[in-house]
């Protein structure tokens, strides 16, 4: 007999990946908030659906509320802080999948930028490279499209909105990132020449493009290196089928154990 929990996260796309005595890895669906939202503590959110569910849970990291994936919680207190002494001794490698507009001029790079707080927009970070928390973020190129780009992102540090920071400073904004991008929803108008709609054209995307594709630690109870994924969602697997269609370049880049290589073929 299937809990309340899934059923509510299968409802929203998302799913339990695994459960034990200690952890729970959840495919976070798009659109959930992890934590209680501040101002509206009705929303629905991870935190509570688990401690509803489970009873005592601990946060280990966040996603923020528009990006899909994987996240960890740990369900006693011994768990939790293994999970975050491993953070914080960077011994948990986390991969994402973001799809950006424009043409990265490298195959890979790493994009070593400090960043803090904004002082006059709270919840959004900005580039302080005097005063600013070291911050670093590697990326490799998946598929290149003209005008746009499958990019895998591994950030070294975890600070909040790391990534969309990173990217947009390097000049690759996210797709449909309100903050950090042009925050526009994307149609298949965009690519399309000589798109024709008899009604109002619906977006393909309408939410920041990154996916946190796979997170790998050290399981605190048995020592084990454990490796949990999650498959790109639809609304991102259907912006890559039409840029792949509308947008290909003539040298496809494919994906090889998690490396980037150019095809012959």
């Known amino acids: 007999m299937k809990r309340k929990l899934d059923i509510i996260l299968k409802s929203k796309n998302g799913s339990i990946i695994f459960e034990d005595e200690s952890v729970i890895v959840i495919d976070k669906p798009a659109h959930l908030l992890v934590l209680p939202d501040r101002f509206n503590q009705s929303l629905p959110n ?132 309100k903050v950090y991008g042009d925050g526009g929803p994307f149609f298949l108008s965009q690519v399309k020449k000589r798109y024709f709609s008899e009604g109002d054209e619906k977006p393909l995307l309408a939410r920041t493009a990154l996916h946190a594709e796979s997170v790998s630690f050290n399981h605190p109870k048995t020592g084990n290196q454990v490796v949990f994924r999650s498959e790109l969602p639809k609304d991102m697997r259907s912006v890559l089928n039409y840029l792949r269609k509308f947008r290909s370049q003539t040298m496809p880049l494919v994906r090889v154990s998690g490396r980037t290589a150019v095809s012959n073929g």
């Open 46 to 177: 991870l935190y509570h659906m688990l401690k509803e569910e489970l009873g005592d849970i601990f946060v280990v990291h966040r996603l923020d509320k528009e990006t899909s994936g994987v996240i960890i919680f740990a369900k006693d207190p011994e768990t939790h802080s293994a999970l975050n002494s491993q953070f914080e001794e960077r011994q948990v490698e986390k991969t994402y999948l973001a799809i950006v507009t424009g043409s990265p001029a490298e195959m890979e790079g790493k994009i070593d930028i400090p960043i803090s707080p904004s002082q006059t927009h709270p919840g959004v970070m900005k580039v302080n490279r005097k005063h600013g928390k070291p911050s670093v973020t590697n990326y490799r190129i998946v598929e290149l499209f003209d005008g746009y780009a499958l990019l895998e992102a591994e950030p070294e540090s975890g600070r909040m909105h790391q990534i969309r920071v990173h990217l947009a400073t390097a000049g690759l904004p996210i797709m449909c990132d």
